[in-house]
Nanobody
């Protein structure tokens, strides 16, 4: 049974940083692309970042490029999202996702498994 468990969310002031973690189990972690999505109140879930199975390729939405960084630790079966220079518009529930490819993970339709999410609130 695949499980993706996010942690690291919380309340932070604008300009601050947070690091989200996603611990994966029940899958061969090193063979799948992993990613992060977010959903703000009243909005659709949107792509944030993705990383290839070997960590060699990363992709970001335009809204977070240059501020967020995705990475993965093979030994810990964990994917991270380092979020810097946070803005109030980054406030959302952040979801970890597993997909077959990085390209597939650019859309919610390419997600095979979701975590339950972790809330990030950025105050102005």
């Amino acid at each position: 049974q695949v499980q993706l468990v996010e942690s690291g969310g919380g309340l932070v002031q604008a300009g601050g940083s947070l690091r989200l973690s996603c611990a994966a189990s029940g899958l061969t972690f090193n063979t799948y692309a992993m990613g992060w999505f977010r959903q703000a109140p009243g909005k659709e879930r949107e792509f944030v970042a993705a990383i290839s199975w070997n960590g060699g390729s990363t992709y970001y939405s335009d809204s977070v490029k240059g501020r967020f960084a995705i990475s993965r630790d093979k030994a810990k079966n964990t994917v991270y999202l380092q979020m810097n220079s946070l803005k109030p518009e980054d406030t959302a529930v952040y979801y970890c996702a597993r997909g077959n490819t990085v390209v597939a993970l650019s859309s919610v339709y390419g997600v095979a498994y979701w975590g339950k999410g972790t809330l990030v609130t950025v105050s102005s």
